[in-house]
């Protein structure tokens, strides 16, 4: 237990002199299970994921038809706003920025957000650039396997923080919804679950924007 503590604080410098580690934040070695709400069944013969709204065309991807969608692998730290952090996570799914970039889905010139909708009617808020940062993905896999349902299986959105990249906001984790089910492309910005709780709009990790 003393040699874990030990590495575990070890770690915990190290990330912090390579300016890794943001205020308020500490390293965890596991990944912790934080959601609101039970964990939903899976059907894959029944389960769709949609686009909606500000887009060109709306767009309904069976879960076969989404397994076929252009595939990205990304590496990055993510930070929860309960005050733990996880560093060089191995992510495998699918680019937002892919999918416009290679036409699957066309915003209109007035979509400026996105909210996501998942499971038990939940949501959370970004703007459209930041979720076409190289730092956002939909997620199918976690370091090399399937996400387990306690951390968003089969689908979930992921947003974190690439190391050497200032260029790019990072929000936190809550940012990524779990059981993710569909986008929907907005003008106007609205307000999530938690956001409405009184959590920051905006979220950024670097400037310890927890609550509103």
Known sequence: ?????????????????EGRLPPGQSLTQKFPV???????AFEP???DFRVWGEVENPVVWSWDQFLKLPRTTL???????????????????VSLRTLIDEGFIQPTAEAAYIIQHAEHGYTTNLPLEIMLQDN????????????????????????GHIPQREDIQTPYLWKGAKWLRGLEFAKNDR???????GYHNDADVWNEERFA
Request: overall charge negative.
């Open 191 to 197: 307000l999530g679950f938690w956001e409405r709780a």
């Open 45 to 47: 013969a029944t389960w």
């Open 75 to 93: 590496k990055m730290d993510i930070h929860c706003v309960t005050r733990w952090s996880k560093f060089d996570t191995e992510w495998e799914g």
């Open 136 to 159: 956002f993905l939909l997620a199918t896999h976690f370091d090399g396997e399937a996400l387990t349902p306690d951390h968003g299986y089969p689908l979930r959105g992921v947003v």
């Open 34 to 40: 934080l959601h609101y709400g039970p964990v939903p």
């Open 1 to 17: 237990m003393f040699q874990s503590f030990d590495s575990r604080r070890e770690d915990e410098s190290r990330i912090r002199s």
